[in-house]
């Protein structure tokens, strides 16, 4: 995994967010991300949560999203 993905997971297992969490905000995720361990644009987490999201992106998806996370026609 690069830096920002092993942080995103990071950041994901110490706000408690599994498979049998509720759903929170990518921005709640993606704002620890960015004041603990990510000090440089929300661009480029946002972009590998989206990544990590799509069943089509990986072999396995990393994040379990909720809504819209794009189309294999157009993944970002």
């Not at 990510?38 to 999203?65: K, N, T, W």
């Amino acid at each position: 995994l690069k830096p920002v993905q092993r942080r995103i997971v990071y950041a994901m297992s110490e706000l408690g967010l599994n498979t049998s969490a509720k759903f929170k905000k990518s921005a709640r995720t993606v704002g620890d991300v960015l004041g603990k361990y990510h000090p440089h644009g929300d661009i480029a987490c946002y972009e590998a949560m989206v990544l990590m999201a799509q069943p089509f992106s990986y072999r396995y998806p990393l994040v379990d999203g909720q809504g819209n996370w794009g189309a294999p026609d157009d993944p970002k």
